[in-house]
């Protein structure tokens, strides 16, 4: 059974930092896209950033320079570095992986992890 498993949210104040990680098992997710979202409540689920299959990353306007995406092929593993962190950042974020597309589509994906939960107090 493929699976994506998140971890790392929590409640934080406002300018602090977490990492986020997600585990994936059941198949190699090495030459996937990997990427974040993450839904506000109310709000349509946004994209994040995405770490290519190449090994490029590209985010969202909303935290460029703020949040960094890495991948550990050895691990199946995809982290988000939250640095700088902002009380509108506070939504459930989940991570998606797609073996043929590299984007902002949330639709395009395949696997999806259950997601954890990130609050940014201010």
């Known amino acids: 059974q493929v699976q994506l498993l998140e971890s790392g949210g929590g409640l934080v104040q406002a300018g602090s930092s977490l990492t986020l990680s997600c585990a994936g098992s059941g198949r190699t997710f090495s030459r996937d896209a990997m990427g974040w979202f993450r839904q506000a409540a109310g709000k349509q689920r946004e994209f994040v950033a995405v770490?290519?299959?190449?090994?490029?990353?590209y985010y969202a306007d909303s935290v460029k320079g703020r949040f960094t995406i890495s991948k550990d092929n050895a691990k199946n593993t995809v982290y988000l570095q939250m640095d700088s962190l902002k009380p509108e950042d506070t939504a459930v974020y989940s991570c998606?992986?797609?073996?043929?597309?590299?984007?902002?589509?949330?639709?395009?994906?395949?696997?999806w992890g259950q997601g954890t939960q990130v609050t940014v107090s201010s």
């Open positions: 770490f290519s299959w190449a090994g490029n990353a």
């Open positions: 998606a992986s797609s073996s043929s597309y590299t984007g902002t589509d949330y639709r395009e994906y395949h696997y």
